[in-house]
């Protein structure tokens, strides 16, 4: 007989306002096999750990149930616990009497009710359990960045710099990202290429960064320290190698009607283009939909005109085909879709632009050089409206945005309205806001400085309708404080674009089985003690990919997450799951079918002799790699025999938890 | 006539040595109930029949047979070449230990007219064989018909009435196991119900309603392998319709993951062992759940 002990923690108030955890552990000692059943007011505390320790002595425990929170949140702190009083840590089991009793239910006996529940489920499945002994994998000593904005950039230069091989794959041409858009940064009005473009040089320049720009990673198989990352690589009709970046090329290109991305298709380009003078690398990229010669094959101006004979019409997709320890996800943003907004009336008039859209149109080197000219006529504007929270802070049920606060609209709205200020004083600069949201080192000061210095009128209210009547925008909005509607005759009309993930997301999110939010934002391991890491191991999470940032916030992340990668990086071997699929070759049926859902490639099948009570036959079996299987489990429940089993979750063992709840 | 031309083929095959044995169809105790066969020599073969009442599929029989020394002469339907097929790729049969006849077919019957996998006949084609022996008539196609109107109908039921439905069918279950051991997709070396060691076996006997989960349990094990071919619902000493459960998961597997048949062609997709980004999400199949 086994001798289990079980331990109830209160969790402060967390557990005990709600579960009568002195009941539970009562009721728990009348279970076969509990010799010791008690409670504690935080039992991950020393004092607690080293309960369960002394009890383990005295009474000679064979395993231990924990009533506590979650096991994503302390099952390895108790399996440390119990393997330094001897104990083999898969000898633990959790009762998350927390996230999943506590914490849902207002009810106390009704909450205790299930709190008995769910330890019993925990015991009938601990009877069940073996010790386990863990092994080691090696770790490969390189990392994965996907996506090349500041995020991308900033974690790939400290992890280089920890003396770690780095990939950026970056979808676009060029490396740079939203940052690379912008025109000046707040709170401080620096130029935003000023200080992002050193960055990229640097990346450029590191002997262990190599920038795989214009790809996208297609397939991602293995597990952290090993996984393969297949990558494509687009054609770019230029061979990068020999491309100098002279320009010659673009400057003769006959078919300039390609629209401009890096001046949000403001302006146009050629055919053959680099995306901004900095790009890099900076080597040209010939845009299939445009380019004639790939069209039709009438042309070939820039292939006579490229003195380094860089031009290569028949070059075609490359694979790449590379080995990572890390992957760090650094996929950004794009601003959201306001054309179905129709009331704001962006896709019938040129004069209202998004955010993004003013930002290079105040750049230098935007489509005006840096003079503010309305889109549509080129004249200067003299009365700006600002709409805030477009598309952000909406209500679910509305469809019409996204739920969630956009975080930077605020601030950029008023370094904007600032600018306009300071280089037009002659402009009326007028800003529709629900809340200024202010909160960052020098974030307020900054706001109150475009109000107080710089006579920024802010309107606390929403805008319905944006019409245009000749060729003026009549804004129609709401004036809280003074309890009236107005209406604003703008020139030029700017909203403040909520932001979204890069649709490249969801399938980057799909490839490495790393969770999400309704939105598409990248999950945390843990929201507040492992914001940077994704619960799936070896993923890591840098910028906007997990969630609305700043460029400081974002640069802190992606240092974060660097020092994290670095930290996997420099171990030459993780401790592997011993909580891994095996097959009973006697009831194995050789169909296959473990082998096609194992996402990990861990099974293969054999020819092999099997011996058993009047069996002694050669039969095609499943055999598992312990040191490749992750513990997922897909194979047990494909299995239509049974003969595929997960140590620490076996059949067995989970029938056991269900039949204790259920029977 | 096929059959004497099959007779005819399989006497010179077995002479010639190419084949050791013919599985084929014999008379059985009534009229209208063949029975699969097996013909090692001329003597026996005298015995051999083909007809309207040869419905059985010989596909499952080819198991044992497989690890027989020497080839089987194995005569396949075009609906039953499917499970056969099924059955190469999921590596439970070896291509070259079969002489496979496709043998034209035009429609099986049983004493109550035309078998009810014979009202939604896959067509005509042979996803397999060395040879075909067939006639004009047998390649005519069968009347088509929608074949997932009786599971439309299941699907338009309250959650009561079609819980009801199946408790009324199911509850006539002896527990013969003959749709089981007839089920080509069913090939384990050991069936979770006769293993003690699943627990499963010993859950399933203590209420007839555990008993009842044996059919739907079977489903699942088949699903996205059972090739319709009908074999459950027309050996049913019962007459439950047990076809509808499988046809149930092949209509919401078209519908979610695009039409497929399995057995059909080379083995490229499975939809529910392979994936892909396409893929839906479970939320949506969890929204179908609650229609």
């Known amino acids: 007989m086994q001798k289990i002990g079980v331990f109830v923690c209160w969790c402060g108030s967390n557990i005990a306002a709600t579960v009568d955890v002195k009941a539970v552990a009562e009721a728990m000692k009348n279970e076969d096999g509990v010799v010791v059943s008690t409670d504690y007011q935080y039992m991950c505390s020393a004092a607690g750990q080293k309960m369960i320790q002394d009890a383990i002595h005295e009474h000679q425990l064979d395993g231990i149930v924990v009533c506590s929170c979650s096991p994503r949140m302390h099952e390895a702190t108790f399996r440390k616990t119990a393997e330094a009083a001897g104990l083999n840590p898969y000898m633990v089991e959790i009762a998350n009497i927390r996230e999943q009793c506590s914490w849902i239910h207002k009810d106390i006996p009704e909450g205790t009710e299930k709190a008995i529940i769910l330890a019993r489920s925990a015991i009938a499945k601990l009877r069940h359990n073996m010790p386990l002994q863990a092994g080691t994998s090696a770790v490969k000593k390189r990392c994965l960045v996907i996506g090349g904005g500041i995020a991308g950039i900033q974690t790939a230069l400290d992890v280089a710099d920890a003396g770690f091989e780095v990939d950026i794959v970056e979808k676009r041409p060029t490396i740079g990202g939203r940052m690379a858009q912008l025109d000046k940064t707040f709170p401080t009005l620096d130029c935003s290429a000023c200080i992002l473009t050193p960055k990229m040089v640097e990346a450029s320049q590191s002997e262990k960064i190599n920038i795989i720009s214009y790809a996208e990673v297609e397939k991602v198989s293995g597990f952290v320290g090993n996984f393969t990352a297949t990558i494509r690589k687009k054609a770019r009709y230029v061979d990068e190698v020999k491309c100098t970046g002279c320009g010659l090329c673009m400057a003769k290109c006959p078919a300039k009607k390609g629209k401009n991305e890096f001046n949000m298709e403001l302006d146009n380009r050629p055919a053959i283009y680099i995306p901004f003078a900095q790009a890099i690398p900076n080597v040209a990229v010939i845009d299939p939909e445009q380019c004639n010669k790939l069209k039709n094959g009438k042309c070939g101006l820039c292939e006579r005109v490229c003195t380094a004979g860089a031009i290569n019409y028949k070059q075609e997709d490359e694979l790449i085909e590379r080995e990572y320890g890390a992957i760090v996800v650094a996929t950004g943003f794009q601003p959201m879709d306001v054309n179905p907004l129709n009331e704001l009336g962006y896709a019938e008039n040129a004069d209202v632009v998004t955010s993004l859209e003013l930002e290079r149109l105040m750049n230098a080197a935007g489509p005006s050089k840096g003079t503010l000219l309305r889109p549509s006529d080129g004249k200067h504007p003299h009365t700006i409206v600002f709409v805030q929270c477009v598309g952000s802070r909406c209500d679910e049920n509305t469809k019409r945005g996204k739920p969630y606060c956009s975080k930077i609209c605020c601030m950029y709205t008023a370094k904007h309205a600032m600018l306009i200020r300071e280089k037009y004083p002659d402009t009326d600069v007028h800003v529709f806001y629900i809340d200024v949201r202010t909160p960052g080192k020098n974030f307020d000061e900054f706001y109150r400085r475009a109000v107080e210095q710089y006579g920024v009128d802010y309107i606390k209210g929403q805008v319905g309708k944006i019409a245009n009547e000749n060729g003026k925008l009549m804004v129609q909005g709401s004036d809280l404080i003074n309890g009236e509607q107005i209406t604003i005759a703008a020139d030029l009309v700017v909203l403040a674009t909520a932001i979204e993930p890069d649709p490249t997301a969801r399938s980057i999110g799909t490839m490495l089985t790393s969770s999400m939010d309704t939105n598409d934002f990248f999950t945390e391991a843990h929201p507040k003690l492992r914001p940077v890491e994704s619960p799936t191991a070896g993923i890591f999470l840098s910028g906007v990919a997990q969630g609305p940032k700043d460029i400081p916030e974002t640069v802190a992340q992606a240092g974060a997450a660097a020092s994290k990668v670095i930290g996997l990086l420099a171990k030459d071997h993780l401790v592997t799951n011993p909580c891994v699929a095996g097959s009973n070759e006697l009831l194995c049926n050789g169909c296959s079918q473990c082998e096609k859902v194992c996402p990990y490639g861990a099974i293969t099948y054999i020819d092999k002799e099997v011996r058993g009570p009047g069996v002694r036959e050669v039969r095609r079996v499943a055999q598992v790699n312990p040191a490749v299987c992750q513990g997922c489990g897909a194979c047990t429940v494909t299995c239509p025999s049974g003969a595929m089993d997960l140590k620490g979750f076996s059949n067995q063992q989970i029938m056991a938890e269900v039949d204790a709840i259920c029977l | ?291």
Request: aromatic residues 8%; hydrophobic residues 30%.
């Open chain 2, 1 to 291: 006539m096929i059959a004497n031309e099959l007779k005819k083929r399989a006497l010179e095959l077995l002479a010639d040595g190419t084949v050791k044995r013919v599985l084929g169809w014999q008379k059985g105790e009534f009229e209208h109930d063949w029975s699969p066969a097996l013909f090692e020599t001329a003597e026996e073969m005298k015995g051999f029949v083909y007809g309207k009442y040869a419905g059985a599929n010989l596909s499952k029989y080819c198991l044992k047979l497989n690890k027989e020394e020497g080839k089987t002469l194995v005569m396949l339907k075009p609906c039953d070449t499917y499970s056969f097929n099924q059955l190469l790729h999921e590596h439970r049969l070896n291509r070259e230990n079969f002489y496979i006849i496709g043998v034209g077919c035009k429609g099986m019957e049983d004493q109550n007219g035309l078998l009810m996998k014979c009202t939604c006949c896959k067509g005509k084609v042979f996803e397999l064989s060395d040879e075909v022996i067939d006639d004009e008539e047998s390649r005519q196609p069968m009347p088509e018909v929608d074949r997932f109107e009786q599971v439309a109908k299941l699907e338009q039921m309250t959650h009561q009435e079609r819980f009801e439905f199946w408790r009324n069918e199911l509850s006539r279950c002896i527990r013969c196991n003959a749709c089981r051991n007839v089920c080509p997709a069913c090939t384990c070396v050991k069936c979770v119900f006769d293993n003690p060691g699943s627990g499963i076996a010993s859950k399933a006997n203590v209420t007839d309603f555990e008993e009842n989960m044996f059919h739907i349990i079977r489903a699942y094990h088949v699903a996205g392998r059972c090739t319709d071919c009908g074999e459950c619902s027309r050996v049913c000493p019962q007459n439950i319709p047990l076809h509808l459960l499988n046809r149930k998961f092949i209509k919401d597997m078209n519908e979610l993951y695009g039409e497929y048949q399995a057995g059909e062609g080379a083995e490229e997709r499975t939809p529910m062992t392979s994936y892909t980004l396409e893929d839906v999400e479970p939320g949506i199949v969890h929204e179908r759940g609650n229609e």
